[in-house]
């Protein structure tokens, strides 16, 4: 059996002031490095052989406190042949390390024209209501954005072509990451249906555990 940890990135500045982040690469307020920390001593003696995480820096902030909690020296694998090239690890890691990767695949949801306005001002500005459907709604679109519908398709195929692998090979894998991606991963997961999926929410810097057995992940007890 191995095991599956999904985190949620701790409160960013964005969060903290109440606006739409989506790909604005925001990093963590003073409350989300300390929801961090909290979280990094709920896994301290969890163990974790390969982590996940998005291009952004509020998620990889939160992994990289997670694993130093551990001791844990997280390597970057990059996906450009250059970086990967130029950055190259021997090919066995060391105790006290733990190989990341990151992918736009993980990134939170793209909020288009609504990134970097605050929540209230929308409501103000379209209303309530037509905020809410682009908020919630599972396939309605923000203005030039991603409705969560676009967020599971990308989502969905880098989670099953490159995470589930490594769980098959025996590792438990930790994926640091945003709201909707990681709801779209749930979604899948859990079987979740199109009208169920928009009152799921997930807090900041708390760790859901997944096993991993016969090929099937299940929610942890």
Known sequence: MSYLILVRHGQSRWNLENRFTGWVDVPL???GIKEAMDCAVELENVKIDVAFTSKLIRAQETLLLILAKQNKT???LHESDKRDKWSQHPSRFEENEIPIFSSDALNE???GDLQGQNKQDAKDKFGEEQVF???RSYNVRPPSGESLKDTYERTIPYFKEVIVPQMENGKNVIVAAHGNSLRSVIKYIENISDEDIPKLELATGKPLFYSFE???LKKAE
């Open 74 to 76: 997280g390597i970057f």
């Open 29 to 31: 307020s003073e409350k």
């Open 109 to 111: 949801r793209f909020y």
């Open 133 to 135: 459907r682009w908020r």
């Open 214 to 216: 016969n090929g099937e």
